[in-house]
């Protein structure tokens, strides 16, 4: 993904297109599984969390 076509995403996904945000989810899942864990163990509730912490705080992103 370039940085136009990444621009245009995240700009849908700032907008409430479901398919964006999925989108930067799946671009960012390595990372945000990276820290879901805490001691060396994978930890779904926080996963869950950073995933929805994301979801609900998109919006604030600005260009």
Do not use: C, W
Request: net charge negative; charged share 25%.
């Amino acid at each position: 993904m370039d940085k136009a076509e990444f621009e245009t995403v995240l700009q849908g996904a700032v907008a409430g297109r479901h398919e964006d945000l999925e989108q930067i989810l799946q671009l960012y899942a390595p990372l945000i599984r990276k820290y879901s864990f805490i001691k060396d163990t994978f930890d779904e509730d926080l996963h869950q969390y950073l995933l929805i912490h994301i979801a609900l705080n998109i919006n604030k992103f600005t260009f």
